[in-house]
Each structure stands twice: as C-alpha cells, then as structure tokens.
C-alpha cells in the first residue's frame, strides 16, 4: 500500500523523536555515573587533605586531635603505619582486600562484588618515618539509578511517541493544506477540461505560496496557448474552404471542359492565385498565433520613428500611389523595427485598398501628449460609425465588395493592432463617411 507524504514524514519524525528519546536516556545514564564519580572524588580529596592538617606524625606513633573526622560524607579515613598495619580508623564493612598504597592517586579498587574509591596520601615524619592516610568510600550505586531512568523510559518514551506522531500530523497537515488545494484544483481542471481554473492563493509568502503562483502562471500560459490554437484552427478552417472548394472546382472544370492550352492556362491561372491567397492566410495565422504566445523573438531598441517611416516609404513599391510623407525632425521610441515597417505596410495597403483611386494617402509621424503618433491618412469613402469598433476583429471587413486581390482576408488591421499592443501602444481611427479615414499609432515616448 502506498503511503501518503504526510503520513511518511509524520512516521520519519515520530522514529526520529523515539530514537532522540533512547539517545538523551542513554546520555543521562552515562553523564548522571560521570558527575557523580566525579564529585565523589572531589569531596574525598577535600576530606583526606582537611584531616591532614588535624594529625601530628612522631617517630613512633601519630597525635590525632578531637577535630579528625574518620568518617564524614560517606567516606571513611584511616591512618595506618609506614609497614601497612591500621593505627586509627575503621575499615567499611566490605572492604576485605589489602590494597597497596599509592600515594596522591585517587583509583578505583574492587573488593569482591563491591567497588570502592580509594585516596593514599603519605605524611612523612622525617626520611625514614612517616605514616599513611587512606580515605575509602563506596562507588555510586549507578544500577539504581539505571534502573530508575529505564523504567521512567519504559513509561514516558510511548507517550512522548505517541505525542510527537499526533502533533507532527497536525503540523504537517496544516502545512500541506496548500498542497491539497493545488492537488484539488488541478484535478478539477482535467476533469473538466477548463483551463481557466485558478488557485489563487494568495496568502503567504512560503514554497507552497510560490508553487501555486507558478502553478496559475502556468495555467495562463496553457490557456491561452490552447485558446490561440483553438483560435488558428477555427479561422483556418473556415477561411481556407472556399480557396480550396475554388481549386478543387477549377481542377474538376479542368479535367471536364479544358481542351486548349489557353484553357488549361486560365485553369492553372486560378488554381494559383488561390494558393497564393491560402498562402498568405497561413503565414498571416500563424504570425499573428506567435506573435498572441510570445514565441516569436522581438529585438527592441531605441529608434527613430521619423527616419525609420521615411526610409521604409521611400524603398517601398509605391511609386504609383499618390503618397505624401510628414515627419517631426526626430521622434524617438523603443520598439522592434521589423514589426513597425509591418505595421506601416499593413495600414497604407489598407488605405490603398479602401482609398479614391486619384486620391492623396498621407504618412506623419508626430508628438502629442507626451507620445509618438504614425499616422496614415486616406480619402477614400471611410467607414461608417457601426463599423468603427469591428474593424480590428479577424476576418472583418466593412465593405467585402472591395476586397479583390489574394491577400485580403482580413487580418491587416488585427495584426496592427496586435503590434500596437506588443510596444505598449494602441491604435485609434477617426473616419468621415465620404471624406475618408487616419489611422493613428500612439507609443510612448522617449526623450533625451
């Protein structure tokens, strides 16, 4: 059975406080018999040294004053002759072994079951004679206080396990409530197959917090990669069914009734502007979905939208339109120049298409309010008040009739309107029924 995260680390943290438990236990033990060795060892080197100073050594036999303690604390003093035989003092009861003398050397001696600390120190008389004092006393009974830890142990290490899962459950429980909302939210969106479910957890500034920032900028992204491939596959199929029913009509029509090669001519004739108008609408697609995914790589820079207009009008096959160029001296902005020439394309092809044949089409570039405006001027028969806000969606075109050449599917204006977004622009249009229409690109501008 597969475990659950939460429930892996509340059993990794629970073994964890066990293992800490057996471990400060065992610290106890050892620290508990280290203290109390050593304090034992202290106290009988301060007992021994303090009767020293309450004895008097003669050449037969010590002087021992009232203020000599033979037993004080638990340890017991002797005083025994340079030959090793006792003069003053009782043994403990246990002691039953003849241990040698080492003088100023606190050690351990073991007298059958028994353990005792033992202190020499020597109190000389002159060269030859002197006399031994011993302090003895009993090794700390640490099996008792082993005993002791080990049952308090045997009682509180369940409890404190038992305390360290449940509160280590509630912890980590709490802590992956985000968690559990993402898992929930991700899979009410596959269920539902609707990308526009978001988190949206915004308390907190933790991993979790972050996640599901990532999470939701995340599900942006697919949503509207999702939308613009819907949205290419939707205009595609529905603007390449008539060139395609066209060059499939013309292929049938071929293969029936073409008999000379002028027919077969005005056949392959047909077949081929409908693969150039096909042609086109793709590319125009497919720019446009790139463009709405930000997969396509823009290189913005500082130009100048006057000398960047009139270079691109006076290389452009315009020569037989009557186009007048009127820019500012100089007017700079930040923007990709690649797209600026299409946008500016895009709009005089448009006043071309939809201007008076002997009419004039102007481009200027000014400063207003702080912004750069590019602006295309026709005097064609302009567009009427219910079209104006259309005219930017796809495929829209206020007067189909007009549109005769290969690459007017409608996209122009879209695109333009899309670059304008991408500088941090927008587009307006002012039109006059009869009088004609101005388009205008208005981007912010950068001063010196």
């Keep these: 059975m597969k475990k659950s995260v939460k429930l892996k680390i509340t059993l990794w943290i629970t073994g964890l406080v066990a293992l800490l438990t057996v471990v400060l236990v065992s610290m106890a033990l050892f620290i508990s018999n280290y203290v109390a060795t050593e304090t034992i060892m202290e106290r009988m080197e301060s007992v021994v040294r303090g009767n020293i100073k309450h004895i008097q050594a003669t050449d037969t036999t010590p002087v021992i004053d009232e203020e000599f303690l033979y037993y004080q604390n638990g340890i017991s003093t002797l005083v025994y002759s340079r030959n090793g035989s006792l003069l003053a003092g009782q043994l403990p009861v246990n002691f039953k072994t003849a241990a040698d003398f080492e ?11 028994n353990k005792f600390i033992v202190l020499d120190m020597w109190l000389p008389y002159n060269l030859e004679t002197g006399f031994w004092i011993r302090g ?3 090794v700390p009974d640490m099996d008792y206080l082993a005993r002791y830890l080990l049952m308090v142990s045997a009682i509180t290490l369940p409890v404190f396990t038992l305390l360290a899962a449940l509160g280590s459950w509630l ?11 993402i898992n929930a939210t991700a899979k009410a969106i596959n269920e539902a197959k609707d990308l526009s479910g978001r988190i949206n957890l915004t308390e907190g500034d933790d991993e979790f917090s972050h996640l599901a920032d990532n999470f939701d900028d995340m599900l942006s992204r697919l949503e509207s990669s999702f939308e613009a491939e819907k949205q290419f596959t939707a205009d595609a199929s529905h603007e ?17 009734y073409d008999e000379t090669a002028e027919e077969h001519a005005e056949t392959l004739a047909v077949i081929g502007r409908q693969a150039d108008k096909m042609s086109a609408l793709i590319n125009q697609l497919l720019s446009m979905t790139r463009m709405e995914q930000g997969t396509e790589k823009f290189t913005f820079e500082q130009l100048n939208l006057s000398e960047t207009v009139k270079d691109f009008c006076a290389e452009a096959d315009w020569e037989k339109y ?13 923007a990709d120049k690649a797209l600026l020439q299409r946008l500016l394309y895009n709009l005089v092809e448009n006043a071309v298409k939809y201007g008076r044949e002997d009419g004039e089409i102007s481009v200027s570039v000014t400063e207003k309010d702080n912004s750069a405006v590019l602006t295309v001027k026709d005097e064609g028969e302009g567009i009427p008040a219910e079209h104006i806000e259309k005219i930017w969606n796809r495929f829209y075109q206020a007067d189909p009739s007009r549109n ?3 690459s007017g599917a409608g996209l ?5 309107q899309q670059i304008a977004r991408l500088h941090g622009g927008f587009m307006t249009v002012e039109s006059t ?10 981007l912010p501008l950068i001063r010196e």
């Design 103 to 113: 003088n100023g050397i606190i050690r351990t001696v073991e007298s059958g079951d």
């Design 136 to 138: 003895i006393s009993d």
């Design 171 to 181: 912890i980590i429980r709490k802590s992956f409530r985000p968690l559990d909302r």
């Design 240 to 256: 390449l069914r008539t060139p395609v029913a066209v060059i499939k009509s013309a292929c049938e029509y071929g293969r029936k």
């Design 322 to 334: 009557n186009i007048k160029v009127f820019c500012d001296e100089k007017v700079a902005v930040k």
């Design 404 to 406: 005769n050449d290969s």
């Design 412 to 416: 122009g204006l879209s695109i333009v």
């Design 433 to 442: 029924v009869g009088k004609g229409s101005a388009f205008s690109l208005h």
